[in-house]
């Protein structure tokens, strides 16, 4: 399960992305800043605290990736999210020692490519403003982090770019991994049996697994809650206030004029004088005058531009907006007619012959376009305010009167809800969220208080206590009795069909063949053609079994039993095995695994340092709880 969570937390931005999601970009967020100087670290790496917070963060992020996997264990999962934390703790301080620096501009192209700053597709300076004030948090600070983050991106991938691979380990590679084998087998169908089940076997396992017949503990909850979404409904918005949003937001609604561009460029090289300049120049009036003479532009640029790139495409740069290109470039794309060609225009690589070959002129959406949009962004802005009052309100309120929701519910004008019966593993409607269950079934809550503040998904905060709860209790064993039976009646069956499977294999180990024994038991032999390990032809056990045996010595076949999960027992012998032959491999296929396995050596090589990090770093685990 461990291992399922570090597949998915793989990948060169995953440490971009952590730092980065310590934001949620959510007004009800500033609770996790308020206590930080009264709690105590769970674990320091050098002179970095690493707090309960923190680990809870990283936990949730975890337990959201893992969606679909079963057998979820808490524990591994706070101590992973404690590990996790402290190897990037160890990346960052080792950054901070190999002197990685990041430049502004980077930091300043990552922030505006983040979807969570956009609108529109464009970067909101508004918008990142907002975000980062609602979570108290400065734009320097913020930039830090983000610094501190792609410095961390830039040292893991100086390591695990430098992943090698021999030819000998990739011909080995593509052997295994296009090796084929041949078996044959039989199937033993599960045994019927109804073999009567002692009293005593069924109270010995009763007695055994007593924690298997437990009703689960359930509980019923009564909640307030605010929404973001309904207290936005009940604003009301004027004709003027819209206009006037509109005119604040009218670049929200505006595209900006657009132009195809051709070009043919005479590069100056560096350090040129004046003489070589000069010479740049003349090639590019030269090559004008046949222009003007009418000679296409295409094959002109295709033969005579420096640009080799856009060159082959006849010149072509694709569409262009202002604020992309070299300004004297740009003034004299943006003021030449459709098909009309520039005379030639100096940049810093030299001398530029341009062409506009399309025009895509800027629109603004109408007032009346966009007015419903206005509307609910009037609503959500005026909400948002609000929305934090009311859940300061709530929070203080839940808090001063811990053994009731009412003075809240009258304070806030609000209906205390109430929910149905659930547990820990099964629930629905509002009680489904993880945050909800896990303040539902803690201990204050269990013991009468009012839950904290909950932040939901959506904009939403809520406040529960407990309605009625029914601690787990264990189930009659007469009531579990028929099941109980049934799950020992299989188990006999299991073992007889095992049993028998055991005896055929001994009967193929003293000479005789499968065959034969497939005919002596009226059962069907099966033949398979040769088959690779990733064969979705065959029952994934036996294709898995396949490839586990040893090879067969000598021409003898080698036999083995393999259990289904249906409890048929299937008898199989490996017949031959021919190993992949690297190469008839086409050659992309070569490269795509060299590439595969340089990057599995990068990731090891990757790993050792850390451990080497750990192990030589000041690392302090100060919480038995996020040990375990």
Same mark, same amino acid.
């Given at each position: 399960m461990l291992q399922a969570i570090r597949n998915r937390a793989?990948?060169? $931005?995953?440490w971009i992305?952590?730092? $980065?999601?310590?934001? /949620?970009?959510a007004l009800w967020g500033i609770q996790n800043y308020l206590d930080i100087d009264k709690e105590q670290p769970v674990a320091v790496v050098g002179d970095r605290e690493i707090f %309960?917070?923190?680990?809870?963060?990283?936990y949730e992020q975890n337990l959201a990736g893992l969606v679909g996997v %079963?057998?979820?264990?808490?524990?591994?999962?706070?101590?992973?999210? $404690?590990?996790r934390l402290i190897r990037e703790e160890l990346i960052a301080q080792e950054t901070i020692d190999q002197g990685l620096v990041i430049s502004d501009d980077d930091v300043r192209a990552l922030i505006q490519s983040l979807p969570y700053f956009q609108t529109d597709g464009k970067f909101d300076k508004r918008k990142y403003e907002v975000s980062l004030s609602s979570q108290n948090l400065t734009p320097s600070q913020f930039i830090a982090q983000v610094r501190q983050a792609l410095a961390m991106q830039q040292y893991q991938k100086g390591i695990m770019d430098t992943g090698l691979v021999t030819k000998p380990q990739l011909e080995r590679f593509y052997r295994l991994k296009n090796q084929e084998r041949e078996i044959e087998y039989i199937t033993i169908p599960l045994k019927n049996t109804n073999q009567e089940i002692p009293d005593q076997a069924v109270d010995d396992y009763y007695q055994a697994n007593r924690s298997v017949f437990r009703t689960p503990e359930r509980v019923s909850i009564q909640y307030l809650e605010i929404r973001l979404d309904d207290i936005a409904k009940e604003i009301h918005a004027s004709e003027s206030d819209l206009r006037s949003l509109y005119e604040e937001q009218k670049q929200h609604y505006?595209? %900006? %004029?657009?132009?195809?561009?051709?070009?043919? $460029?005479v590069a100056i090289p560096p350090n040129a004088d004046e003489k070589a300049a000069h010479a740049a120049y003349e090639k590019a009036a030269q090559i004008k005058q046949r222009l003007h003479k009418g000679e296409d532009f295409a094959a002109l640029a295709k033969e005579f531009s420096d640009d080799k790139v856009s060159g082959e495409k006849g010149g072509d740069l694709g569409f262009l907006t202002k604020g992309t290109m070299d300004k004297a470039f740009e003034n004299a794309a943006f003021q030449l007619d459709k098909g009309a060609v520039s005379e030639p225009i100096k940049t810093a690589f030299g001398y530029h012959l341009i062409q506009v070959t399309d025009l895509m002129p800027g629109t603004i959406k /109408?007032?009346?376009?966009?007015k419903d949009e206005l509307l609910k962004t009037h609503q959500r802005n005026l909400a948002e305010n609000k929305f934090y009052e009311l859940g300061q309100t709530l929070s203080e309120l839940s808090f001063e009167h811990p053994d009731t929701l009412e003075p809240a519910a009258r304070k806030l004008d609000l209906n205390i809800k109430e929910t149905d019966y659930f547990t820990l593993e099964s629930s629905e409607g509002v009680a489904a969220d993880q945050a909800v269950k896990e303040a539902a079934f803690s201990e204050d809550v269990l013991h009468g208080k009012n839950s904290e503040p909950i932040e939901l998904t959506g904009d939403r905060v809520m406040v529960l206590r407990l309605k009625e709860h029914q601690p787990a209790t264990d189930m009659p064993r007469e009531a579990v009795k028929p099941e109980i039976v049934k799950t020992l009646r299989l188990h006999l069956a299991k073992e007889e069909t095992k049993h028998q499977a055991d005896e055929l294999k001994k009967k193929l180990q003293q000479g005789m063949t499968l065959a034969e024994l497939a005919k002596a038991q009226t059962l069907s032999l099966n033949r398979p053609k040769a088959f690779r390990r990733d064969s979705t032809d065959l029952p994934a056990p036996i294709v898995e079994a396949a490839f586990k045996i040893t090879k067969p010595g000598s021409g003898n076949a080698t036999p083995n039993v393999i259990g289904m999960e249906n409890g048929d027992q299937v008898l199989m012998n490996l017949l031959s095995v021919k190993d992949g032959n690297p190469e008839t491999i086409d050659p992309k296929e070569l490269e795509a695994g060299r590439h595969f396995l340089a990057q599995a050596a990068g990731q090891a090589e990757f790993g050792a340092l850390i451990s080497q990090l750990r192990e030589q770093g000041d690392i302090v685990i100060k919480s038995a709880k996020a040990k375990e």
């Open positions: 793989q990948g060169l $931005l995953a992305v952590l730092v $980065l999601i310590t934001i /949620p970009f %309960e917070h923190d680990v809870n963060r990283v %079963e057998q979820v264990d808490d524990k591994d999962l706070k101590r992973e999210a $404690l590990d505006t595209s %900006e %004029e657009r132009r195809r561009v051709s070009h043919i $460029l /109408p007032y009346e376009e966009v």
